[in-house]
């Protein structure tokens, strides 16, 4: 008969809970995966390591030794203490950009959900003139007019990912503003600070650090996108990305340039996107998969 | 149906409007001097003072915003400093190579994301369902400028199949043009599967659920016909959502593609202006890629209103 | 069972597993209609009378388990290969659902969905098709037929969107239609049309019926037979005289009472069935119904009636003191 047979799918009750349970193993293991690769960017100045920047022209694109734990790169620096350098700029930059959209974001959001009228137009309305540019291009408009650095960098990446935390703390506004804990407290005379910090805040932050977390990836694929171009952090200082872009050029001689940093990339990117997306699907489990 | 084109449009003026504004805002930040950068080493004082009377640079900014505006009308968006040619020019050039490569991989994306999110929508639940969702997730962690590298090097430099780089227009040979394009498309259909999937799937398993596909299965229709036009038509409305969210995804994606496979598109441009800071081209290309941006939106609405009937006589 | 007994199901069970327990959406339900016949099944919602038609029309979703037997023309339908059970549904078998606005396709013609059916069945080319469509839909009493075909369900308004949804279901010339609180989402002007709709079109097709609903009022004069359902089960059954004029089961009673009446004065209270149906889950030891009825003794908590008939063998309920039977007696 026909190959294929529909079936009826399982009730959505069930869904949050096996996900959980099919994740689990994993969010472990992308929470350890981070907690190591913080750690070690943390406190890559103290580790016994070679310094990332010293040149050995007599040993480039060396193999895996004993000295060098993961070969050296094609100026003959450490490998190894490269890419714990790397990370250590990937992760800030990271961070920190989703860090101001989560603020800015978050609080415009929370407001625009909040106050409604034409406040929340103007907020809704700038915003999606700002996503009216493909977020890449606009990256590298601005940093092309206002110089590369890692703090212009964080700047417009955090800059650019305000639209996204404004909708999702407005989203949650809107729905918990009209709960009835909310209008109990305006009943007891409660001003509009005090709602929006003591009743509204805590329940808006349970989605907003979901897609935090989820933003911390997409930043840092951006940042690695950037400097895989070149126009990323300024060289000399090289974040994961630069040492892909660098890796390019040795491809048929020693691909592990290239590999060993996309792999360290790729492997923290998936972690926080694991890690972000089973806390969405606790905090949201309407939402499902996207 | 006319109306309703109509209010689409009138909502178009004033996006495109503050399209134009944060462009041009964004070249206003410029710190130090623009002629002074624009010239680079062939600042003298009296180049410098000559340029910014030649571009009005001492005039207020408002004038500035809005004779620009005007020669834009016009369709005047300025002329490169380094290479002589006028902004159009330079893209109308490269602009037949991005759309091939995005109309490529949206393509291949599709032909890749539909047919797997019908056969897990079908079959959801089961191992290849878990197997194919879990492989989707994995991907959208793969960065564009990874997937290019990975294919690079395992078509290019190992097996020797495709070429890395290189481009030849489609009217000149079509088989070395695809040739090209191979690779590149794949990169970018490969970063877009994904999400079209993902979306897919999860539609048509709410779809799926609905009343009146117990109905077709009650009224004895095949199980192909229930998938491909009960199933399916109702959930193609989020295809098309995705699909035009993915627009924006897709053009940054193609600047990098076009930026590692050397191909010379629109990407290609607006990274060469930026290296070389020819602040005229970038200019003009984020006003014309942020403009063709918001129609190509509107366009994607158009094609709701086409697949909904309900929209169309405003129900829904 | 008589020769022509069209449909005989015969001890179905359907269990649905949930994270709370095992839900007995069907307890070893037995009945049967006849070629022609109209059988009415009467509950309150959870009672599993729309899972009930849904075993029979082998819809159940993924997880629910069924057993038991449905005996349709001759042959059982839960051995059936899927196939052949195919080509039964929607040409053989036909049924109407509750809500037409979502039983119809959104995004769907009227035409398409009526045609496709025609064409899945009968083989009919485009033409041929179009005309029998039109047809259907002026048989069921829509104005303008040929514009319908064009149009979608939402353009029209629900009682039509019904009509259209009985069209279809009659397009293949059914021997049985299962029509599944078919006006409960309707006004109730519309409701009386509907129903009227139906039952002359079955008289013209000689097909036999199965009337769900909750409404006692619908079945009255509309079928022949009425099987009344709690909890899952049946609990009485008798043909439609009879059960309104000798009800047994205390149920029925309470049933009919709660239907308001016109000849009542003004502002007389509906007498409502104190309490709830029990939660499927945690099913009772002893008769479902017993915690809401009034001539319950301990003998109902403990033990299930089982489905008995007293005087005619056609009227059957499952009661220790049914009503009528236990008057006689004089308690």
Redesign the interface.
């Known amino acids: 008969m026909a190959t294929l047979e529909l079936e009826v799918a399982e009730e959505a009750v069930t869904q949050p809970a096996r996900k959980g349970r099919r994740l689990g193993m994993l969010f472990w293991a992308g929470i350890v995966w981070l907690v190591f690769v913080c750690a070690v960017a943390v406190f890559a100045t103290v580790l016994p390591l070679p310094s990332p920047t010293d040149m050995d022209m007599l040993e480039r694109r060396a193999p895996f030794s004993a000295e060098h734990w993961l070969g050296t790169d094609g100026l003959g620096r450490d490998e190894l203490a490269r890419l714990i350098y790397g990370a250590r700029i990937s992760l800030v930059v990271g961070v920190c950009a989703p860090v101001i959209g989560v603020v800015i974001g978050g609080a415009l959001g929370m407001l625009a959900g909040y106050f409604r009228g034409r406040f929340e137009s103007l907020v809704v309305g700038s915003m999606d003139v700002l996503l009216a540019f493909p977020p890449l291009i606009l990256a590298l408009a601005v940093t092309a007019y206002l110089g590369q650095s890692i703090f212009n960098l964080t700047l417009i990446l955090g800059a650019l990912s305000v639209p996204a935390f404004m909708r999702v703390a407005r989203a949650a506004t809107l729905t918990l503003a009209r709960r009835e804990f909310v209008i109990a407290a305006q009943a007891l005379g409660a001003t509009h600070a005090r709602i929006l910090l003591r009743e509204l805040l805590p329940n808006v932050m349970l989605p907003l650090l979901a897609f935090f977390l989820l933003g911390v990836a997409v930043i840092i694929v951006v940042e690695g996108s950037l400097s895989f171009l070149g126009l990323g952090v300024p060289p000399p200082i090289s974040s994961w990305g630069s040492m892909i872009g660098e890796g390019r050029e040795s491809l048929d001689m020693a691909p592990r340039l290239a590999f060993l940093p996309a792999a360290a990339m790729f492997l923290t990117v998936l972690s926080f996107n694991l890690v972000g997306d089973t806390l969405r699907a606790l905090t949201d489990p309407r939402q499902g998969a996207l | 149906m006319a109306f309703f084109v109509a209010r689409r449009l009138l909502y178009l003026v004033p996006v495109l409007i503050a399209v134009s504004l944060l462009t041009f805002s964004i070249a206003s930040l410029l710190p130090g001097d623009l002629a002074y950068t624009i010239l680079g080493d062939q600042a003298t004082p009296e180049n410098v003072a000559a340029l910014r009377a030649d571009m009005g640079l001492d005039q207020p900014i408002w004038w500035r915003y809005l004779s620009w505006l005007g020669n834009v009308m016009q369709g005047d968006f300025g002329r490169s400093f380094r290479t002589g040619q006028t902004v159009l020019q330079a893209v109308s050039e490269r602009l037949p190579v991005s759309i091939e490569l995005m109309l490529l991989a949206q393509v291949g994306a599709l032909a890749i994301g539909v047919p797997l999110a019908i056969v897990c929508a079908a079959r959801s639940g089961s191992p290849f369902d878990r197997f194919m969702t879990g492989s989707a997730f994995g991907m959208l962690s793969v960065p564009t400028f990874l997937s290019a590298i990975l294919l690079i090097y395992l078509f290019a430099v190992e097996l020797r199949w495709l070429p890395a780089t290189g481009y030849v227009p489609f009217g000149e040979d079509p088989v070395a043009n695809l040739r090209f394009m191979v690779l590149p498309a794949l990169t970018l259909a490969l970063a877009e599967w994904p999400g079209i999937m993902r979306v897919l799937r999860s539609d048509m398993i709410a779809t799926l659920q609905e009343d009146y596909i117990a109905l077709a299965k009650a009224k004895g229709l095949t199980p192909a016909r229930i998938l491909f036009v009960h199933a399916l038509k109702p959930s193609s409305l989020t295809l098309v959502t995705i699909t035009g969210i993915n627009i924006g995804r897709l053009i940054g994606g193609a600047v990098i593609v076009e930026t590692v496979f050397a191909l010379p598109g629109i990407g290609r441009l607006l990274i060469g202006a930026i290296l070389t800071r020819d602040l005229i081209i970038l200019q003009g290309v984020v006003l014309l890629v942020g403009a063709g941006f918001v129609l190509m939106n509107f366009v994607v609405d158009l094609l709701y209103a086409v697949l909904d009937p309900r929209i169309r006589h405003g129900h829904a | 069972m008589t020769e022509n007994t069209l449909l005989s199901v015969e001890d179905v069970v359907v269990d649905l597993p949930t994270?709370r327990g095992n839900l007995r959406a069907v307890d070893r339900v037995n009945l049967t209609v006849g070629a022609g016949q109209t059988l009415g099944v009467v509950g309150e919602s959870g009672c599993g009378k729309t899972m009930l038609s849904r075993a029979i029309?082998q819809?159940l979703?993924?997880?629910a388990k069924l057993s038991g037997r449905v005996m349709f023309d001759g042959q059982d339908l839960l051995q059936l290969?899927?196939?052949k059970l195919?080509?039964?549904?929607?040409?053989s078998l036909?049924?109407v659902?509750q809500?037409p606005m979502?039983?119809?396709?959104?995004?769907?013609t009227i035409g398409t969905q009526l045609i496709?059916?025609l064409q899945?069945?009968l083989e009919l080319d485009d033409a041929t098709a179009r005309k029998r469509s039109v047809e259907l839909l002026a048989a069921v009493g829509i104005p303008a037929p040929e514009q319908r075909l064009a149009q979608?369900p939402?353009?029209l308004s629900g009682g039509m969107r019904q009509r259209v949804?009985i069209a279809?279901a009659l397009s293949c010339e059914p021997k049985l239609l299962i029509a599944d609180e078919p006006t409960t989402a309707l006004d109730v002007t519309i409701q009386a049309q509907i129903l009227d709709l139906l039952a002359r079109e079955q008289r013209r097709r000689h097909m036999a019926m199965i009337l769900i609903t909750h409404d006692l009022g619908v079945v009255a004069g509309r079928t022949d037979e009425v099987a009344v359902m709690y909890a899952g089960r049946v609990v009485e059954r008798a043909p439609t005289p009879a059960l309104f004029k000798k009800m047994r089961m205390p149920y029925t009673e309470a049933l009919l009472a709660a239907l308001p009446r016109l000849d009542a004065a003004p502002h007389t209270p509906l007498p409502a069935i104190s309490g709830r149906p029990p939660d499927p889950t945690r099913p009772l030891q002893g008769c479902s119904f017993s915690p809401r009825c009034r001539y319950a003794v301990a003998r109902c908590q403990v033990e299930k009636p089982p489905l008995t008939a007293a005087g005619s063998r056609e009227h059957q309920y499952a009661c220790f003191h049914p009503i009528g039977i236990h008057a006689e007696a004089g308690a």
């Open positions: 994270p029309l819809l979703p993924k997880k290969a899927p196939e195919r080509k039964l549904r929607g040409r036909a049924v659902f809500d979502t039983s119809l396709n959104p995004v769907l496709e059916t899945e069945h979608y939402h353009q949804a279809i």
